[in-house]
């Protein structure tokens, strides 16, 4: 079996990404580790359409890919937008809308049809039938069908521009961004703004209070969905406090109920996705398994998820380890044992 750790080992199997469009991937449905539906509970949240969507967990607990995995299956009705936090005044609802109305102008064509080419296959597989149209909140409808052609994302692109020549204002500014929004409800589509990066706030939590208590209040009042990554220590403060009862929702993740039977499911997904389609215990002794869903758990507070990022470099720097044995052939206990002493456990959050 050495040869499937070499594999696992150069095929980054445990890595988890950066990068939010590669996380649809590695996510596995809360549901298939045994645990409550948080995917489904999520995008019903986001098809109200309307409001601000708070997904709350630790640093490291999959906030991040399980909103890139809903946001990518929700029919084509509804259009993600992802907008970075990174290099902006989050607190200011003015600076925010014109940093998001820069980057919905500046995301490439292909990432805006993407999704609507994605969600209509998925629509034939499955031969699902749906309405021509669907009524939303005040009268709104959402088309189903491909509608995003080049010159509706040239109108849109254009719009942006035009908003954002009027945007020095605070008060132009979020109209801007409403107007933006505007241009997506014309043809049909529920603009979904994404705000998963919030870790860049670490250290600052002044500019997260603001950012719940003033940039989120003002978008929860435009026509569109906010979707924002919440690690659990912001939901202490008072700006989150003070919000909390407007949110469309809060989307906690559960800790799995079964550590050992969870963690295995994300492991051997992880092998398969790298075509290692081996038992578990053909890579990791069973007792193995028991010390690493242990390590999970000593991340789990309150009853809610754990830190599986750190879990997972775990697993890869066991897998590390094992290979520098000559005649290692699976991850034994004590190959795990001395990759936790390796990586420790990191803060909650970054406050």
Not at 154 to 171: F, N, R, S, V
């Amino acid at each position: 079996m050495r040869e499937a750790l070499q594999r696992l080992d150069e095929q980054f199997a445990f890595q988890t990404s950066g990068r939010f469009d590669l996380l649809v991937g590695e996510h596995v449905a809360y549901h298939e580790l045994g645990a409550p539906d948080v995917d489904a509970e999520l995008r019903r949240s986001i098809e109200r359409a309307e409001g601000v969507v708070t997904v709350v967990g630790r640093a490291g607990s999959g906030k991040s890919s399980l909103i890139a995995a809903v946001a990518d299956a929700l029919d084509e009705g509804f259009l993600p937008l992802r907008v970075s936090v990174i290099g902006v005044e989050a607190g200011d609802p003015a600076a925010f809308a014109r940093h998001a109305i820069t980057e919905i102008r500046e995301l490439p064509d292909a990432q805006l049809t993407r999704h609507e080419t994605r969600a209509l296959d998925r629509a034939t597989a499955e031969r699902r039938t749906r309405s021509s149209t669907r009524e939303l909140r005040g009268g709104f409808e959402i088309a189903a069908g491909k509608i995003l052609t080049a010159k509706i994302i040239g109108d849109i692109k254009q719009a942006a521009t035009e908003a954002l020549e009027h945007a020095a204002d605070p008060a132009d500014a979020l109209r801007g961004m409403q107007r933006m929004f505007d241009t997506f409800w014309k043809v049909k589509r529920c603009p979904v703004m994404i705000v998963e990066d919030t870790d860049h706030w670490g250290g600052s939590p002044e500019v997260t209070d603001a950012f719940f208590d003033q940039t989120s209040r003002a978008f929860g009042t435009l026509d569109a969905v906010m979707v924002v990554a919440t690690q659990s220590d912001y939901t202490s403060l008072d700006g989150y406090l003070r919000i909390r009862d407007k949110l469309t929702a809060q989307v906690f993740l559960p800790r799995l109920p079964d550590v050992e039977y969870g963690v295995s499911r994300v492991l051997v997904h992880r092998m398969s996705s790298v075509g290692v389609d081996l038992p578990l215990q053909d890579v990791l002794e069973p007792e193995g398994l028991e010390l690493l869903s242990q390590s999970y758990l000593e991340s789990v507070t309150d009853e809610w998820a754990g830190d599986l990022r750190r879990t997972l470099a775990v697993m890869r720097t066991a897998v590390d380890i094992a290979l520098a044995e000559a005649t290692a052939q699976q991850v034994t206990r004590g190959h795990v044992q001395e990759a936790i002493a390796r990586t420790p456990l990191a803060p909650p959050s970054a406050l």
